[in-house]
Every structure is written in C-alpha cells, then in structure tokens.
C-alpha cells in the first residue's frame, strides 16, 4: 500500500516519522509479539517476566562481569560527528499498514532532521530536533508545530532524551544497565539479563565482534505489559564502523506494531545541512 496524498497519509506519515526516530514512542501501541522466534530460540526460551534464579554452578565474581558487558559494550558504540541516511520505513499495525522512505540527518548532540516521503516521492513531513525543542512541518498541510523535547516522553510515556533517540537511530545500545541479573554464553553469542528502573533488557552481543544482534525490553511495571523487540542485521562496515542496515522491531501491550527500518544508504562524519525554513503562509499549529 502506497502513501496517497489525503487525510490519512497526514496521520500516516506522522506515524511513519514519530517510528523512526524512536521505537519506545510507540510502545502505547501494542498486542503478543509472534515475530522473534528465531532470537528466542537461541536464548532458550528465557522468561524475562519472571525472576531468574542463577545456579551457583554459574555465580562468578559480579564486578567482573559488569565490568567486561561493558566494556564490550563502549567498545562496540558507534562514534561520529555527523550522520546521513536514507532509510526504506515498513510499518504495520492492527489496523493499517504503509510505507515510506525517510532521510535522517544527525549532527551528534545537537540536532536531528527527519523528512518523511510517500508515493511519487513526495514530502509529508519534516522534523527537527534539538536537545530542547521538537519542530514539525507538515508540508501537506501546510503547518508548522513546536514543541518542547518533553513531548517526546509524554507521548511515549517514557522518559526518554535526545540522546537516546540518536542511539536508537545509529544503533547503540539502549536501556542498558549494570544491574545483571543473569548472564550465559551460547554458540549464538553471549546474552545478558539486566534490570533498569524502567526495564528489563534481555541483549544478545555476537559471540566474535560482540556487536548488539537483539535487544528484548520489556516492563518492570508489574501493572503495565510493554514488551519491545529489537533485531539489528545486515552488520556493514564504513570507516571502521560496524553499522547494522536492517533493523526489526516488534512492539506490544494491548495491540502490536511492526516496524522494519531498511538502510538504503548510509554515511558518517560527512557536511551535513540542515534546510527548516518555514514559509510565512504556513500556520502554527497548537
């Protein structure tokens, strides 16, 4: 299904913006994940709902443990100044589904530029982000809305930064915390339970790189059932950085949501312009 220009390409490309650039904002959305099977597999059907009890075959010296996940961790995050990209955006939901390609433009820690195009390659929206305000476009409407970065967390109801939202587009690791629970070492790579504030994180690192290969969120809330799955493939390298190109993620609560984010073209601490000029016409949108 192609991206039409009336009412509901407006709705769906908002959509399509708002996932790209943080899949924790659509945690609201949400029903039982069906698509990680394979990854669940490989980590032998860990429960992360349920507390974990570790064999005293397998207690070791827990500073050491944290110590090393990460410092593997650092080790693997990807460092830049500027970033570039043009991604291909699948999204399903329970009742719609579409696509769209989206060109992200990051200068690390200080803004982020995202314009969403559909069909015949129209432009929809465009968004900038800065640490402190959030700025929306919308170029079929011809509005212009501006919000405080707070937006983000409360639509998300989570309370997510600016920085995490650069993570979670190059691909960092999110959400990761020394508190482990439980950690084991397979053919398919090391896996490790950690328990945050907000989360727990089952993260699967490749067993020769100990590149991030899945990353399974889901709610310490006793009273709420947010679970959140990350699959990043298609490692390439570029400069010396190891960059995944496909990214899958499955979000779930009452519904669920399917979002595939392909990498079509990719480019590192490269000149980078960030073109937000508002035409007079155009109205504030409150």
């Keep these: 299904m192609g991206i039409r220009v009336n009412n509901n390409i407006k709705i769906e490309q908002m959509k399509i913006a708002i996932c790209v650039f943080t899949v924790l904002v659509v945690f609201n959305a ?5 698509k990680v099977q394979k990854i669940e597999n490989a980590i ?8 974990i009890v570790v064999k005293p075959a397998e207690v070791v010296d827990s500073f050491s443990i944290v110590k090393k ?15 570039s990209s043009k991604v291909k955006v699948d999204y399903e939901g329970a009742e719609t589904d579409n696509h769209a390609n989206a060109f992200i433009r990051i200068r690390k820690d200080s803004a982020i530029w995202i314009s969403v195009r559909g069909a015949l390659n129209i432009e929809g929206i465009r968004l900038l982000i800065t640490k402190d305000s959030l700025k929306l476009m919308n170029l079929l409407d011809k509005t212009i809305e501006n919000r405080s970065i707070s937006y983000l967390q409360d639509f998300a109801q989570v309370p997510i930064s ?33 328990i945050s504030r907000l989360f727990k994180n089952l993260v699967t690192l490749e067993t020769k790189d100990l ?3 899945h990353s399974k969120l889901d709610d310490t809330d006793p009273l ?13 390298s570029q400069g010396g950085i190891n960059f995944s190109t496909t990214r899958e993620i499955v979000v779930a609560e009452k519904s669920k949501l399917d979002i595939n984010l392909s990498f ?12 937000f000029n508002v035409p007079k016409s155009y109205k504030k949108k409150q």
């Design 44 to 51: 032998a059907s860990i429960d992360t709902t349920r507390a």
């Design 162 to 194: 600016f920085f995490d939202l650069e993570d979670v587009i190059v691909g960092n690791p999110i959400f990761v915390d020394s508190n482990i629970v439980s950690y084991k070492s397979t053919a398919n790579g090391l896996q490790v339970l950690m």
């Design 30 to 34: 949400c029903r039982p994940v069906k």
């Design 211 to 213: 590149r991030i290969v």
């Design 264 to 275: 079509k073209q990719y480019n590192f601490n490269g000149p980078e312009t960030f073109p």
């Design 224 to 236: 709420r059932s947010r679970t959140c799955d990350i699959t990043y493939s298609d490692y390439t």
């Design 69 to 83: 996940i990460i410092g593997n961790l650092a080790h693997t995050r990807i460092d830049y100044t500027t970033f």
